[in-house]
């Protein structure tokens, strides 16, 4: 007898082609996923573990759209767990007990759960915690997925019990198998011409599931026999915005990675890193007050133009406004890039800052301090004082640090830029200093 509530076979197709594509071309087998060799390959993490027959807890960190859920259903699949998954968006603490005790009742049953979370950095501390005990004793294998830096995000004690790997943005060439998937599996040709094609894996900005749901946009847009060139494309689908985020990890990484390309005297890095920003809607008086501490920090007396400079183009940006004040940002951050570089200042500023909170309170040499009644003058206050600008030379090399503490050299410019001419001048000026002393002793 046929079965009644079996689906018509015809309704059953109705229904697979009205899913999403990136749900119908989901991996079968580990063998299928694209990109992650380094978790993957022959020789990755996750092959080694599974070779072992040991699955042990993971957090798999990545940016969206690189596999994450896919990878953990698929490991569970490998070694024969259940897989139970649940979102820690949606989840609250009634639905993590829920699962473990499922968890348990299949474990006395002798099948061990692969309990995955996704966005587990969602979860509050003490709901972190909670995974602690049914990770140590065995109820769950933990794999929870996270777009954000575990080392920020999750608890110490939740991390020491899992491994954590890192997932890769998709490559141009990984994604241009997935779209060559994609039209396998729908039996046509994308109808892009090939410029249009690249800039479609540059609109996905190596997310996997944007890719296909563009692809998707992409064919429903399109009429038979049109061939869409770039500029088509882009009045086709909708611009992604690029991952980031002005709190998270995304942001520290490209300021990073702007102050370090500065640092290392790489302009055209630095403009590209200052233009990713702009381009993601950070705030450009951010950017012109990072580079205010550039000019100090890393350029400093090198080039003593560095810091005003950067003041006033911040000032310019402040008047103009967007886009015509980030062109003076974009001047700034190659002044800074190209300029000699000397982090002397902030070198002696940190050692001049260790003494004065070591040393106590010496009492400044009696010499340089001012008498204003007649006893503090009776005292000795101010008594040998040499006006400077009365010396021929403009000099007068007295001792001006405490008795007790000693001359001490915090400031020690660099053979670079300006500093070359500072140096020589207060070489000469120690050697000045030394044959007055002499003299007078």
């Given at each position: 007898?046929a079965?009644?509530?079996?689906?018509?076979?015809?309704?059953?197709n109705?229904?697979?082609?009205q899913?999403?594509l990136?749900d119908?071309l989901?991996?079968?087998?580990?063998?299928?996923?694209?990109?992650?060799?380094h978790?993957?390959?022959?020789?990755?993490?996750l092959?080694?573990?599974?070779?072992?027959?040991?699955?042990?807890?993971?957090?798999l960190?990545?940016?969206?759209?690189?596999g994450?859920?896919?990878?953990?259903r698929?490991?569970?699949?490998?070694?024969?767990?259940?897989?139970?998954?649940?979102?820690?968006?949606?989840?609250?603490?009634?639905?993590?007990k829920?699962?473990?005790?499922?968890a348990?009742?299949?474990?006395?049953?002798?099948?061990?759960?692969?309990?995955?979370?996704?966005?587990i950095?969602?979860?509050?501390?003490?709901?972190q915690d909670?995974?602690?005990?049914?990770?140590?004793?065995?109820t769950v294998v933990?794999?929870?997925?996270?777009?954000e830096?575990?080392?920020?995000?999750?608890?110490?004690?939740?991390?020491?019990?899992?491994?954590?790997?890192?997932?890769?943005?998709?490559?141009?060439?990984e994604?241009?198998?997935?779209?060559?998937?994609?039209?396998?599996?729908?039996?046509?040709?994308?109808?892009?011409?090939?410029?249009?094609?690249?800039?479609?894996?540059?609109l996905?900005?190596g997310?996997?599931?944007?890719?296909?749901?563009?692809?998707?946009?992409?064919f429903?847009?399109?009429?038979?026999?049109?061939?869409?060139?770039?500029?088509?494309?882009?009045k086709?689908?909708?611009?992604?915005a690029?991952?980031?985020d002005?709190k998270?990890?995304?942001h520290?990484?490209?300021?990073s990675?702007?102050?370090k390309?500065?640092?290392?005297?790489?302009?055209?890095?630095?403009?590209?890193y200052l233009a990713r920003?702009?381009?993601?809607?950070e705030?450009?008086?951010?950017?012109?007050?990072?580079?205010?501490r550039?000019a100090?920090?890393?350029?400093?007396?090198?080039?003593?133009?560095a810091?005003?400079?950067?003041?006033?183009?911040?000032?310019?940006?402040?008047?103009?406004?967007s886009?015509?004040?980030?062109?003076?940002?974009a001047?700034?951050?190659?002044y800074?890039?190209t300029?000699p570089?000397?982090?002397?200042?902030?070198v002696?500023?940190?050692?001049?800052?260790?003494?004065?909170r070591?040393?106590?309170?010496?009492?400044?040499?009696?010499?340089?301090?001012?008498?204003?009644?007649k006893?503090?003058?009776?005292?000795?206050?101010?008594?040998?004082?040499?006006y400077?600008?009365d010396?021929?030379?403009g000099?007068?090399?007295q001792?001006?640090?405490?008795?007790?503490?000693?001359?001490?050299?915090?400031y020690?410019?660099?053979?670079?830029?300006?500093?070359?001419?500072i140096?020589k001048?207060?070489?000469?000026?120690?050697?000045?200093?030394?044959?007055?002393?002499?003299?007078?002793?």
């Amino acid at each position: 007898m046929a079965d009644l509530f079996a689906p018509e076979p015809e309704k059953e197709n109705e229904v697979a082609e009205q899913r999403p594509l990136a749900d119908r071309l989901r991996p079968k087998n580990l063998d299928e996923v694209i990109g992650q060799q380094h978790l993957l390959g022959p020789d990755g993490t996750l092959r080694r573990m599974i070779a072992s027959g040991r699955l042990g807890s993971l957090i798999l960190w990545g940016p969206p759209g690189t596999g994450k859920t896919t990878i953990a259903r698929l490991l569970a699949d490998e070694v024969g767990y259940r897989f139970k998954q649940i979102s820690a968006v949606f989840s609250g603490v009634a639905d993590l007990k829920k699962a473990f005790d499922e968890a348990r009742f299949e474990r006395m049953n002798g099948r061990k759960t692969l309990l995955f979370v996704d966005e587990i950095h969602r979860f509050n501390r003490a709901q972190q915690d909670g995974f602690l005990p049914v990770m140590e004793d065995g109820t769950v294998v933990l794999v929870g997925a996270t777009t954000e830096n575990p080392s920020f995000e999750l608890n110490a004690a939740l991390l020491s019990r899992a491994q954590v790997l890192r997932l890769s943005s998709f490559t141009h060439e990984e994604l241009e198998q997935m779209a060559a998937r994609a039209e396998d599996a729908l039996g046509q040709k994308l109808p892009l011409d090939e410029d249009a094609r690249a800039g479609l894996y540059e609109l996905a900005d190596g997310d996997g599931r944007a890719l296909l749901g563009l692809v998707e946009e992409v064919f429903a847009a399109t009429k038979p026999g049109e061939i869409l060139d770039k500029a088509a494309l882009l009045k086709v689908v909708q611009r992604r915005a690029p991952i980031y985020d002005k709190k998270q990890e995304g942001h520290y990484n490209l300021i990073s990675a702007l102050h370090k390309t500065v640092r290392g005297s790489d302009p055209d890095a630095a403009l590209y890193y200052l233009a990713r920003m702009l381009v993601a809607g950070e705030d450009p008086l951010f950017l012109a007050r990072r580079m205010i501490r550039m000019a100090s920090e890393d350029i400093g007396m090198a080039d003593p133009q560095a810091l005003p400079l950067a003041i006033a183009a911040r000032d310019a940006y402040e008047m103009l406004g967007s886009p015509e004040g980030e062109l003076a940002l974009a001047h700034l951050c190659v002044y800074l890039a190209t300029a000699p570089k000397s982090n002397s200042i902030e070198v002696a500023f940190n050692e001049a800052m260790a003494i004065a909170r070591s040393s106590g309170s010496p009492t400044p040499p009696m010499v340089i301090l001012n008498a204003p009644t007649k006893m503090m003058k009776g005292q000795g206050y101010g008594e040998g004082y040499i006006y400077d600008h009365d010396t021929p030379e403009g000099f007068s090399g007295q001792e001006y640090f405490p008795e007790k503490l000693g001359r001490q050299e915090f400031y020690r410019p660099v053979e670079r830029g300006f500093e070359r001419e500072i140096k020589k001048r207060l070489e000469y000026f120690s050697r000045l200093r030394s044959k007055k002393q002499d003299g007078e002793d």
